[in-house]
């Protein structure tokens, strides 16, 4: 499984931006995938999710109303619509994907075996 992910730039405070992220392979609806971001000098974080069953959705705190996940299974993609974005919302975002997460995983690294190599968001005036 490979995936790539793209859409990232620069954009000022209350801009929007929508990531992309193209999985591999033919079993697609299978997998469930996140978003994770890194900020300089922060740790990693969930950012939100979307499972393969019923496309069940989750968000952090910090992007709830502020960001939509979804996905498109005929082209192989999960989408990051993000609005009214932050200075705070600055850093490296990843997609990463697993089949037979269960719902109490999704929020955790650890359940993600495939990751992308992460594309850059940077909001600033």
């Known amino acids: 499984v490979q995936l790539q992910a793209s859409g990232g730039g620069l954009v000022q405070p209350g801009g929007s931006l929508r990531l992309s992220c193209v999985h591999s392979?033919?079993?697609?609806?299978?997998?469930?995938v996140g978003w994770f971001r890194q900020a300089p000098g922060k740790e990693r974080e969930f950012v939100a999710g979307?499972?393969?069953?019923?496309?069940?959705?989750l968000y952090s705190d910090s992007v709830k109303g502020r960001f939509t996940i979804s996905r498109d299974n005929a082209k192989n993609t999960v989408y990051l619509q993000m609005n009214n974005l932050k200075p705070e919302d600055t850093a490296v975002y990843y997609c990463?994907?697993?089949?037979?997460?269960?719902?109490?995983?999704?929020?955790?690294?650890?359940?993600?075996?495939?990751w992308g190599q992460g594309t850059l968001v940077t909001v600033s005036s």
């Open positions: 990463a994907s697993g089949s037979g997460i269960i719902l109490s995983s999704v929020r955790s690294e650890a359940a993600y075996p495939y």
């Open positions: 392979g033919n079993t697609f609806s299978r997998y469930t």
């Open positions: 979307i499972r393969s069953s019923g496309g069940t959705t």
